[in-house]
């Protein structure tokens, strides 16, 4: 996703019970927890997939990386109609993550001369990012990719539709960066540049803009060709407006909060011209680990780009420790461990993509859902493959 800052503002690793309060969804009843059965090597990571279905997530799979080679692991059903398993190869939508792209290409960009990140929005896109306080002249591209502009986040905006069963009579709907942004320039900015941190869905649509408009391409094309075709990322997809997932992949689901039959909804096809740069990639476990193995691993940036990639600000209210660089974040979990990522939340949907800093050891999954079911479910995961911690066992009551 984009990941709606009515979520993220709370966390990017999410506790599950503060996410669905935050963007308005009703999960299923929480499950009692008791201690799992010890594991070893990936178990523990494959008993916190086995505890999220427990406490009512439909799907959940992931793989992860390490100096012993690959492993895949998945539990649950990827739809509940034909009972299918997640298979290894499905795709899905992995909302936010697209961020990490955006500020890759620009760094590219940069490395090649045609742009700083120290430029301003305005040089590039001028008279966009004015009205209500705004102004493109006091933001750079750097304030973009760390959330430092202060600019508002589109998403917030009622008009979007995006949450409640309002999403069902506008699920393909089409909007256009321009208008994306136009939204955003009714409110005014949350702070002036420079002076806070705030997740910023619209500042990525904005980078995406500079991206067009220095190369004279879209930035899907860019994105292809700079990233996508070098890393073989075959299941990787910028759909634009279509709104179906390619094959394989499976079923997404949601539950509204103003919906007092607290249905299940299955969402699985929308247009995702909301998300735009922010959120509309699709992709599988393995080409996100490929991606970020190999940015990390300095394939993808010169050392002076990386090196601003992974220089960081504090993003408050984030759990971890967790700071923000641009288009990427660094947190420290209780273990020690340190990791470098993004996640990605949609409605329907939620991925998590994180990597060692040397892009040795990485971890990526995938709820078919934007509830977690039982507190925690999303963080377990985590917590399970890079600090050995148990996952509960639950059940539904």
């Not at 539990?75 to 909302?95: C, I, K, M, Y």
């Not at 995006?162 to 939204?183: I, K, M, N, S």
């Not at 960081?312 to 209780?334: C, D, H, K, M, Y």
């Amino acid at each position: 996703m984009v990941m709606l800052t009515v979520r993220t503002r709370l966390a990017a690793v999410v506790v599950a019970a503060t996410m669905a309060a935050a963007i308005g969804l009703t999960a299923p009843a929480k499950a009692d927890g008791a201690p799992a059965a010890p594991a070893t090597g990936h178990g523990l990571t494959q008993a916190a997939l086995d505890s999220a279905v427990k406490g009512g997530v439909p799907g959940a799979f992931g793989q992860a990386h390490d100096t012993h080679g690959t492993w895949y692991g998945s539990s649950g059903v990827s739809d509940l109609t034909t009972r299918r398993p997640p298979l290894p190869p499905d795709r899905f939508r992995a909302g936010s993550i697209s961020k990490t792209l955006i500020a890759t290409v620009v760094l590219q960009l940069e490395a090649e001369g045609r742009l700083s990140i120290d430029d301003t929005v305005e040089k590039w896109l001028p008279g966009v990012v004015r009205g209500h306080g705004h102004d493109g002249s006091k933001i750079t591209l750097r304030r973009l990719l760390n959330h430092t502009s202060g600019v508002y986040d589109y998403t917030e905006d009622p008009g979007l539709h995006l949450l409640g069963t309002d999403f069902l009579a506008h699920r393909y709907d089409t909007w256009t960066p321009e208008q994306l942004v136009a939204l955003a320039m009714k409110h005014r900015p949350n702070f002036e540049p420079g002076a806070g941190w705030s997740y910023s869905t619209t500042a990525f649509t904005l980078a995406a803009m500079v991206i067009e408009r220095a190369t004279g391409h879209t930035y899907a094309s860019e994105a292809k060709r700079r990233i996508f075709t070098p890393l073989g990322l075959h299941a990787s997809t910028l759909p634009g407006t279509y709104p179906r997932i390619p094959a394989p992949s499976g079923r997404m689901y949601t539950v509204f909060s103003n919906d007092p039959e607290h249905r299940v909804h299955d969402i699985t096809e929308f247009n995702p011209s909301w998300a735009w740069s922010a959120g509309e990639l699709i992709s599988s476990t393995s080409d996100l680990n490929r991606f970020f193995t190999a940015l990390l691993g300095g394939k993808l940036l010169p050392r002076a780009q990386l090196k601003e990639m992974t220089t960081t600000v504090p993003s408050p209210n984030f759990p971890w420790g967790q700071e923000a660089g641009l288009g990427i974040f660094r947190l420290t979990l209780p273990c020690g461990t340190e990791l470098w990522g993004h996640t990605g939340f949609l409605p329907g949907s939620q991925s998590i993509a994180y990597t060692t800093r040397d892009g040795q050891h990485g971890l990526v999954y995938n709820f078919n859902t934007d509830w977690a079911g039982e507190t925690d479910a999303a963080a377990y995961v985590f917590l399970a493959e890079y600090c050995g911690t148990t996952p509960p066992l639950t059940t539904h009551p």
